[in-house]
Structure formats: structure tokens, C-alpha cells
């Protein structure tokens, strides 16, 4: 079982930055992929990012590179996702969730695991 536990969400104007946290721990498998979801009101959850653990490489969504920035702390167990240039779309609980393996993927059902989510209001 992998819990995770997401912290860092808040209120932050348009053109801000934010950095969200997300703890791992239990018993993961030795490679796993890590990544961050999100959903406003009325939709559906969307995929953000993604990172293979072992070798770091990453995945974004469209809608988000060049702003955000997915990485990990390996000491900490310890999932990032910093964000810059918010806009007011980006407006959403954020959620964290792995998936055993090393492919990443943007699809909410191939993930086994999920935290209880972060709320991140941008102010226009």
C-alpha cells in the first residue's frame, strides 16, 4: 500500500507561483511513476505531470509546460510541482498519484494510488 499525502495548495494571484509537495511512503515497487492530476469544479480530472522515479524523466500536459516543473527527492520521498505563471485556469484541486512501473501515462485509471488533494485558487 502507498500513501500519499499532498500539502502547499493555497491562494495566489494571477502570474504567481506556487509549489506543491507530495509525500510518498509505504511500500513501494522498485520503480514507479509519480505524478499530479487535477480538477475544477464541473470537470473532469485532467492529467498535469508525471515522472519516472528511478530515472526522473517527465511528462506535462500541453496545457502546462514551459510554467510547471514536476522533480523528486529521492532522500525524502518526497514528489514537487513547481509552479509559475498561474493563471486563473489553473484554478483546481491537485492531486498526487502513483502508479507501479516505469511508463508513464496521463490517464487517471492507471493509477492505483492517490492522495486526498491540495486546493490552488488563482486570483485573476
Known amino acids: 500500500q502507498v500513501h500519499l499525502v499532498e500539502s502547499g495548495g493555497g491562494l495566489v494571484p494571477a502570474g504567481g507561483s506556487l509549489r506543491l509537495s507530495c509525500a510518498v511512503s509505504?511500500?513501494?515497487?522498485?520503480?514507479?511513476?509519480a505524478g499530479w492530476f487535477r480538477q475544477a469544479p464541473g470537470k473532469e480530472r485532467e492529467f498535469v505531470s508525471a515522472?519516472?522515479?528511478?530515472?526522473?524523466?517527465?511528462s506535462y500536459a500541453d496545457s502546462v509546460k514551459g510554467r510547471f516543473a514536476i522533480s523528486r527527492d529521492n532522500a525524502k520521498t518526497t514528489l514537487y510541482l513547481q509552479m509559475s505563471s498561474l493563471k486563473p485556469e489553473d484554478t483546481a484541486v491537485y492531486y498526487c498519484?502513483?502508479?507501479?512501473?516505469?511508463?508513464?501515462?496521463?490517464?487517471?485509471?492507471?493509477?492505483?494510488?492517490w492522495g486526498r488533494g491540495t486546493q490552488v485558487t488563482v486570483s485573476s
Open positions: 498519484a502513483a502508479s507501479e512501473g516505469w511508463r508513464r501515462r496521463a490517464d487517471v485509471n492507471d493509477y492505483s494510488y
Open positions: 509505504g511500500r513501494t515497487s522498485s520503480d514507479y511513476v
Open positions: 515522472i519516472t522515479w528511478s530515472s526522473g524523466g517527465a
